[in-house]
């Protein structure tokens, strides 16, 4: 192995000596900054225009209407959130000086007033145990006699000497309040003075504390009047008896409507509509709610006109109207509305803030409304399709031809409810309170937030 080994050394040892005499040569290295994609002024290419930016499509109408929604609705959140500010920083305020000014009379003046005040109480209970024992005299004195006119002017004799003798003590009253509320070292310096100048000082104390008092209570009522403004438009925004939700139809088109798809066949012979409705203008004809079919598209029609309500049932020859219920000017208010039908009666009766205005008999007597029609908010269907629950809401094509834009609704509505029967009107009085909870009341046939309603064109679900 050994012999073979070492031949094998020498010849490596050979090679390595012969490749480095070949490279022995000084090997030159260019150190200059060569580019090869460097580019001469001559071979300057022509600049490739770009294309352009993708271009933001035009806003459509209803767009436009929608950001013009969405900005009103912005502003007037960020007025309310102001005027609040406002209020809680003045109420503060308010209540720092009235702190103060306890604190600074309130040591001297309490036990005073106290004293006085329950001197006042004992005085007028007095006053009224004597005015009760003479009316319990009187009044038998009159029933043994038959006077009826001589206990009325005694009556009105005592509550006089009641008044005056109310009107003395709070003149005392406030005599005291302003005596307490003179400085101690002003009371001491009066003192001195002589009984002509002490009662001119007095006086003049008297005068400026009247002044300031006088001042601060215009100052009192000013903020009572933004308290009220501020109030009322709160009242303006927030919706009727408890709903929480309500149907906004922005303008009158005849696209613009609301589909109300019952569960329930409307093959009645009684029922009760009610709903809540702020319209921002009425026209000759103004359809709020409206039922029918292909053969008689009035079946059920509840409109406004001008300042009337209307109420139909079975055709325009059955009418019930009712003058004077929606204001003629001015800002528009929430307006309830209810319409009761019997068809064994033939009674109509039309309701308008908790109270029936109209009430007509012989309406439709012995008519059965027909299963199969369409009811919709906001219009009126005249001569088209009727919508199923399976359909998706858009109904047949071609079908806004039957719709009138005269006879739309531009407003709000809010709480419509139906039911099968008629109601009494201790529950109609009931749900036309808007300070009520009014949307717990829902109906049988259509349900306020339960039954199905869609929206069509503009219309659409507000909080």
């Not at 094998?8 to 060569?34: F, H, K, P, R």
């Not at 003179?182 to 009066?190: I, L, Q, R, S, V």
């Not at 103004?286 to 209307?310: D, K």
């Not at 094509?397 to 407003?411: Q, S, T, V, Y």
């Amino acid at each position: 192995m050994l012999y073979w080994r070492l031949p094998l050394a020498v010849g490596a040892w050979s090679m390595c000596v012969c490749l480095a005499l070949t490279y022995d040569d000084d090997i030159e290295v260019n150190y200059a900054d060569t580019y090869y994609n460097e580019i001469t002024e001559e071979d300057t290419p022509e600049p490739t225009p770009s294309a352009a930016p993708c271009s933001s499509p035009d806003l459509t109408k209803w767009d436009k209407i929608f950001s013009m929604l969405e900005n009103s609705q912005m502003r007037e959140n960020m007025l309310l959130q102001y005027a609040d500010d406002i209020v809680k920083v003045e109420m503060g305020s308010l209540r720092g000086e009235i702190l103060r000014f306890v604190a600074q009379y309130g040591g001297s003046c309490g036990v005073a007033v106290e004293t006085a005040g329950r001197r006042m109480a004992l005085q007028l209970e007095g006053k009224l145990r004597e005015s009760l024992e003479r009316l319990k005299f009187g009044d038998y004195v009159s029933t043994a006699g038959g006077n009826s006119v001589g206990n009325s002017n005694n009556l009105e004799a005592m509550l006089q000497q009641l008044l005056s003798a109310t009107r003395s003590q709070a003149t005392r009253l406030g005599k005291l309040e302003t005596s307490c509320f003179n400085n101690p070292e002003g009371a001491k310096a009066t003192s001195q003075l002589p009984q002509g100048g002490r009662a001119s000082h007095r006086e003049q104390e008297v005068t400026t504390q009247e002044v300031a008092w006088e001042a601060a209570l215009a100052v009192l009522q000013q903020t009572r009047m933004e308290i009220q403004e501020v109030l009322s438009s709160s009242r303006h925004r927030h919706l009727p008896a408890g709903n929480e939700m309500a149907i906004l139809f922005p303008m009158r088109s005849r696209r613009i409507y609301t589909s109300v798809i019952p569960e329930i066949p409307l093959s009645l012979s009684a029922f009760t509509v009610c709903l809540w409705v702020k319209p921002v203008a009425v026209s000759n004809k103004t359809v709020l709610l409206s039922y029918g079919n292909r053969r008689n598209p009035y079946e059920i029609q509840l409109l406004l006109s001008h300042t009337s309500a209307l109420f139909t049932i079975g055709g325009e020859t059955h009418l019930v109207e009712a003058r004077g219920v929606v204001k003629p000017k001015g800002p528009t208010e929430w307006l309830h509305l209810c319409g009761s039908w019997s068809s064994e009666q033939g009674l109509a009766s039309l309701w308008a803030g908790g109270k029936k205005v109209a009430s007509t008999p012989g309406v439709a007597e012995g008519h059965i409304l027909p299963d199969g029609g369409s009811l919709q908010l906001g219009q009126e269907r005249n001569g088209c399709c009727p919508l199923t629950p399976s359909s998706s809401g858009n109904g047949v094509p071609g079908f806004e031809a039957g719709f009138d834009p005269k006879l739309a609704f531009a407003g709000t509505m809010t709480g419509v409810n139906m039911w099968d029967k008629v109601l009494p009107e201790e529950k109609i009085s009931q749900m036309a309170l808007k300070e009520g909870q009014g949307c717990e009341q829902r109906g049988n046939i259509v349900a306020w937030g339960v039954t199905e309603m869609v929206p069509h064109g503009g219309a659409l679900f507000i909080n």
